[in-house]
């Protein structure tokens, strides 16, 4: 096959990402863990049918996933490994039951529509919402995915010199969590729904949630006022323009003390190159899922003006987000 065409197949496929989904789902990789194991008692311990496991289990040999001795017995590759490893986040993203394999359902479902009229069917945030199970997966997806990111922006000496930094949409605490244990001087605020807010003292424990205020609210209406550091962390790209300013305005409309500031962490649509495929695959989940997208440094600017803040600076991180530095006009 010519090498265009070969490639052409590869960005085609379609079977290979759904094989996986199922092979997490099933709990295989899990199964599987560092052993090298009988197809037979793998069909037994998953309670599948073992035909049917044989075939996917061959297909993912072939992809390099698992390897398979001629006796029969399954072991996970470099390229499996992470599937099973311990604290790693693939199996919330890719589990088809959970909040991952909800909101690629709705991305497959709802693609052409968004792309034919520029609007997304159905309100994504209120079928979460209304299913206790789906929003508990969803809350935990957010939560392993703030490992990519959390202990980099942390670092950061943007911190420094803060006393009260308040987390809009900050989730069950995990930025927090990295900032009070970085900065032991810190106290913070965390601004979120009633399910995460709940699930905070989890993610912070006792001694943290000593130095942590919870506040049940809605980040489009009025914030707590007396922050040092008022922080939006993959909260603006989830919204179209006319909300994410909205939100913008009441962080600047708290962030009244002497030098505070309103910190936006997002990737930036004109970053690094190396970053490119994923931020571009990212502002088309937002598009499709949630109306909202990723922003250039410009789109950043005019966003900030609106609420008439001005970005100071935009600090790169280890990871593929910046740290956008807002200040009052």
């Known amino acids: ?10 960005l085609a496929d379609l079977v290979t990402p759904l094989a996986l989904r199922a092979a997490v789902t099933l709990g295989l990789p ?4 560092s052993r090298s194991v009988a197809l037979g008692a793998l069909a037994d311990e998953l309670a599948v049918d073992p035909p049917a496991l044989r075939r996917l289990v061959g297909f993912l040999a072939a992809r390099g ?27 919330t993203r890719l589990d088809w ?36 199970a789906l929003a508990t997966s969803f809350d935990l997806l957010m939560t392993t995915r703030a490992a990519e990111w959390v202990p980099a922006v942390a670092g ?8 009260r930094v308040v987390d809009v949409g900050g989730g069950r605490g995990h930025l927090l969590a990295a900032l009070l244990t970085r900065w032991p001087d810190l106290r913070g605020v965390l601004v979120e729904r009633p399910r995460p807010a709940a699930a905070a003292a989890d993610t912070l424990g006792p001694e943290l949630a000593r130095r942590v205020d919870v506040v049940v609210g809605d ?3 009025a914030l707590p006022p007396g922050g040092d550091r008022y922080v939006l962390a993959h909260v603006l790209h989830d919204w179209d323009d006319d909300t994410a300013a909205t939100v913008l305005r009441r962080a ?33 989940r937002m598009l499709v899922l949630f109306g909202g997208h990723e922003r250039t440094h410009a789109e950043f600017t005019a966003l900030a003006a609106t609420a008439g803040l001005r970005v100071c600076a935009a600090l790169p991180t280890s990871s593929s987000r910046h740290v956008l530095v807002l200040q009052s006009c």
Not at 67 to 73: I, L, Q, R, S
Not at 156 to 163: E, H, I, Q, S, T
């Open 219 to 221: 980040f489009r209406e």
């Open 30 to 33: 899990a199964a599987i863990g």
């Open 156 to 163: 950061l000496d943007v911190w420094a010199g803060a006393r």
């Open 65 to 91: 996933v698992v390897a398979v001795d001629p006796a029969g017995t399954v072991r996970l590759t470099a390229i499996g490994a992470p599937l099973a490893a311990a604290g790693s986040d693939w199996s």
């Open 252 to 284: 600047a409309d708290a962030a009244t003390a002497p030098g505070a500031r309103v910190l936006v962490v997002e990737r930036l649509l004109d970053g690094p190159p190396g970053h490119r495929r994923e931020v571009t695959h990212q502002d088309l």
């Open 1 to 10: 096959m010519h090498e265009a065409t070969t490639e052409l197949a590869g």
């Open 97 to 132: 039951t959970g909040a991952g394999g909800y909101l690629d359902r709705r991305f497959a479902d709802g693609m052409l529509a968004v792309l034919r009229t520029g609007r997304r069917p159905g309100d994504p945030w209120a079928e979460i919402a209304a299913d206790p």
